[in-house]
C-alpha cells in the first residue's frame, strides 16, 4: 500500500469510528463475518425498530387519540395525506416483521449457545427486549380504534382477568377501567409512542454495548492450526451489513406497496365481530384458551416458559458449546427430532380435542386440558429422561430439546389459530 | 476487630441503602396511585326502567345493547338480569332464538337462558344485574355486575315476592 492509501484508510477509518458510534471494533474475526452464523438478524431487528421510529413519528403528526378522533384520523391519513397509506404500511409492516425477526434471533442466539457464560446478562437484556417488543406491538394494535383493534385487545385484556388474586388489578390497571374505552386509548398511546420506545432504546444501547464486551458475537473455538484471523471491520463487516439493510428495505417497502395494512368499520362496543381474533402472535394463546382452563393457558404456561427462558443461562453446569449451530451433531439430530414430534403432538392434539374429546361427553379434567397437560408433561420428563440416560445429552442440548419442543407447538397452534379457524373459532380447512 | 471508622461507615451504607430503599418503595406506590383508574360510584344505583311486567312474557330474552344486558323472564315467571359480557374474556353474547341459547362469537361458549356454561371454554356462568321490581316496573341497576361462580335461585326476582307470578 503506498503512503496516501494508508492515510486515506485511517482517515476513513476515523470517520466510521464517529460515525457508527463504536458499534464496532476496528477489527473482527473472520469467523464472525460468516453470515449463517447469525444471520444479520439481530441487526435486521434494529433496523426495522429504526423503520418504526421514523414513521411512527410521522404518523403521530395525524393520529388523534381518542375514541371518537382515532377511526377518522386513520381514515384521513389514508385517503387525505400524501404517502399516508405508504408510511402507515411501512408502521404495519416493520411492527409484523420485528416480531418475527427478533423472534427468530432469539433462535439462532439459543441454537449457538451464545446465551451462556459472559454473554448471560445480555440474553436477559434481550428477553426483556422481546417482552417490550411484544408490548409495542400490542399497545399499538388498539390506536387505529376499528373492530379488529377493539375486540382483539378486549380479548387479549380479559386474559389477565385469570391470573389468580392479580389478574382483576392488572386488567384494570391495563385498561384504566373495566372495559376498553377512552381512558385505555390514552394511556396504550402514551405506552406505544413514549415509555416502551424509551425503554427500548435505553435497552438497545445496553445490549450493544454488552456485545462489544463480550469481543463480539459468538463464534467457534479454534481449530489448531487454523488460528483466529481478525480483518478490518470496513469493508468487510460494514459492506455485508449494509447490503442485508438493503435488501430488508427493498422488501418491507415492496411489501408496504402490495398490501394495505388492514381497517375494519370504526369499534362498536356492542358487537363482537364473529370470530373475533387476538393479535396474530398472541394467536397460539387463544388457542391454548380453547383447549385447556386458563390457570394452565394464561397461568401456568407462559410463566413456566418465561421462568425457563430467563434462567437459562443460569443453571447449574450448564455449558453449551459455543458459535456451532445446535452446539453439535447430537444436538442438531434431537433438534431436528424435537420439532418434527412438537408439531406432530399439537396437530393430534388439536384434532383428537376437537373431534373426540369436546363432543363426547368426557369428564371435566379431560375437558378442561388437566389431563391432557399432566399427559404432556409426564412426556416431556420421560423425553428428558430419555435424552439423559440414553443419548448422554448435554444439559444444554436438553434443554434446547425442551425448548424446541415447546417452541414448535407454539407454533403450529398459533398457525392454526390464524388460518385454520373460522366462524365461531370452528376448525376450517 | 475493625476499627471505630470503618464500623461507622458500614452504618451509614446500610443507612443510605435503607433510605433509598424506602425512596423506591414510595416511588413505586405514588406511580401505582397515579395510574390506578379512578374508583366508580358503584354505591350509587343507576336504575334503568326496562319497562312494565307484563311487557315481557314467560320464556322471552329482551336484549338491551345499549346497557349491556339481557332481561331474561324465566318459564316460572321470574326475571334475571344477565351482563352481555360472555364470562370467558368478554366479548358480546347472542341470544339464538332457535336453539334457544346464548352463543358468544368469538369462542363459540354457549350459555343456558339463566347463563349456565353449556359448553367451554368459558368456566363460569353470565354475571347478573342486580333487579327491582316496582309499582310493575322492572328496573336494572346497570352500575353493578355481579359475577358469580355457579347457579344460585337467589339472583331470580319475583313480581310477587311470596311466590311465583
Ligand atoms: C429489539 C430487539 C433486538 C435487537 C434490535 C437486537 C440486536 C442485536 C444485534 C445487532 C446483535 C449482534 C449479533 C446479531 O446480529 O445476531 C445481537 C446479539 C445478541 N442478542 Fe440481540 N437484539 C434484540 C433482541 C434480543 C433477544 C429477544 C434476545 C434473546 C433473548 C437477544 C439476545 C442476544 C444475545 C445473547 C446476543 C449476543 C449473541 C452473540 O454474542 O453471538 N437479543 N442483538
Ligand atoms: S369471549 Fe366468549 S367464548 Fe371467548
Redesign the pocket.
Known amino acids: 500500500m503506498t503512503d496516501h492509501k494508508v492515510r486515506q484508510a485511517k482517515a476513513r477509518r476515523r470517520k466510521l469510528n464517529n460515525l457508527i458510534l463504536h458499534l464496532h471494533p476496528n477489527m473482527v474475526p473472520e469467523k464472525a463475518l460468516k453470515f449463517t452464523l447469525?444471520w444479520?438478524?439481530?441487526?435486521m431487528?434494529?433496523l426495522l425498530?429504526v423503520l418504526l421510529v421514523f414513521t411512527g413519528i410521522l404518523l403521530r403528526f395525524v393520529y388523534v387519540p381518542t375514541p371518537e378522533g382515532a377511526y377518522d384520523s386513520i381514515v384521513y391519513l389514508k385517503q387525505k395525506v400524501v404517502f399516508g397509506n405508504f408510511v402507515r404500511n411501512i408502521h404495519y409492516w416493520s411492527a409484523t416483521f420485528f416480531i418475527v425477526v427478533?423472534f427468530l434471533?432469539?433462535m439462532?442466539?439459543l441454537y449457538?449457545g451464545?446465551?451462556a457464560k459472559n454473554?448471560a446478562s445480555?440474553?436477559v437484556?434481550?428477553?426483556c427486549?422481546?417482552l417490550?417488543?411484544i408490548s409495542m406491538n400490542f399497545t399499538g394494535y388498539l390506536l387505529p380504534w376499528d373492530q379488529l383493534a377493539y375486540w382483539a385487545i378486549t380479548v387479549s385484556a380479559n386474559m389477565l382477568k385469570y391470573i389468580p388474586f392479580l389478574g382483576e388489578s392488572l386488567h384494570r390497571l391495563l385498561v384504566q377501567g373495566d372495559e376498553i374505552g377512552a381512558p385505555s386509548l390514552l394511556a396504550f398511546y402514551n405506552l406505544h409512542t413514549g415509555l416502551l420506545p424509551l425503554a427500548?432504546v435505553m435497552l438497545?444501547a445496553f445490549?450493544?454495548w454488552k456485545?462489544r464486551k463480550?469481543r463480539?458475537?459468538?463464534i467457534p473455538k479454534d481449530n489448531p492450526g487454523d488460528g483466529s484471523r481478525k480483518v478490518p471491520v470496513w469493508p468487510n463487516l460494514l459492506v455485508r451489513e449494509f447490503v442485508v439493510a438493503l435488501i430488508l428495505l427493498a422488501v418491507v417497502l415492496i411489501i408496504s406497496f402490495s398490501f394495505d395494512a388492514p381497517l375494519q368499520e370504526r369499534a362498536n362496543p356492542s358487537v363482537s365481530p364473529n370470530p373475533a381474533k387476538a393479535p396474530w402472535y398472541f394467536m397460539g394463546f387463544q388457542e391454548l384458551i380453547l383447549h385447556f382452563h386458563p390457570t394452565i393457558s394464561v397461568l401456568i404456561l407462559p410463566l413456566g416458559v418465561l421462568i425457563l427462558?430467563f434462567s437459562l443461562p443460569y443453571i447449574k453446569n450448564i455449558d453449551p458449546e459455543q458459535g456451532i449451530w445446535f452446539l453439535s451433531k447430537k444436538g442438531r439430530k434431537i433438534s431436528i427430532c424435537s420439532a418434527l414430534s412438537g408439531k406432530l403432538f399439537a396437530v393430534i392434539f388439536v384434532l383428537l380435542n376437537e373431534y373426540l374429546i369436546k363432543s363426547s361427553s368426557q369428564t371435566i379434567l379431560l375437558k378442561n386440558g388437566t389431563i391432557p397437560f399432566i399427559v404432556f408433561m409426564a412426556a416431556l420428563y420421560t423425553h428428558v429422561l430419555i435424552l439423559d440416560k440414553k443419548f448422554n445429552a448435554t444439559i444444554a442440548e436438553i434443554l434446547q430439546s425442551v425448548l424446541t419442543i415447546i417452541f414448535s407447538s407454539f407454533l403450529v397452534l398459533t398457525m392454526i389459530g390464524i388460518f385454520f379457524r373460522g366462524k365461531g373459532m370452528a376448525l376450517i380447512f | 476487630m475493625p476499627k471505630k471508622g470503618m464500623q461507622k461507615r458500614s452504618f451509614f451504607k446500610k443507612l443510605w441503602a435503607g433510605i433509598g430503599l424506602l425512596a423506591g418503595v414510595e416511588l413505586v406506590w405514588l406511580t401505582l396511585n397515579f395510574l390506578s383508574p379512578k374508583k366508580q360510584k358503584k354505591d350509587i344505583k343507576n336504575l334503568f326502567a326496562a319497562g312494565k311486567i307484563k311487557n315481557f312474557s314467560r320464556n322471552s330474552v329482551t336484549p338491551f345493547r345499549n346497557r349491556n344486558f339481557f332481561l331474561v323472564r324465566l318459564q316460572n315467571g321470574g326475571f334475571i338480569a344477565l351482563s352481555i359480557k360472555c364470562s370467558h374474556l368478554g366479548c358480546n353474547i347472542e341470544w339464538d332464538e332457535n336453539d334457544e341459547k346464548f352463543v358468544c362469537p368469538c369462542h363459540s361458549s354457549w350459555f343456558t337462558i339463566n347463563g349456565d356454561v353449556m359448553h367451554a371454554p368459558a368456566t363460569r356462568p353470565l354475571a347478573t344485574l342486580p333487579i327491582i321490581i316496582e309499582n310493575g316496573d322492572v328496573k336494572i341497576n346497570t352500575n353493578v355486575i355481579l359475577k358469580r361462580n355457579s347457579i344460585e335461585d337467589t339472583e331470580i326476582v319475583y313480581a310477587d315476592k311470596h311466590g311465583k307470578t
Open positions: 447469525t444479520g438478524l439481530g441487526g431487528a434494529a425498530f427478533v434471533h432469539l439462532r442466539v449457538t451464545a446465551y454473554r445480555n440474553w437484556i434481550g428477553l427486549l422481546l417490550l417488543a427500548t438497545l445490549h450493544f456485545i463480550a463480539g458475537v459468538v427462558l
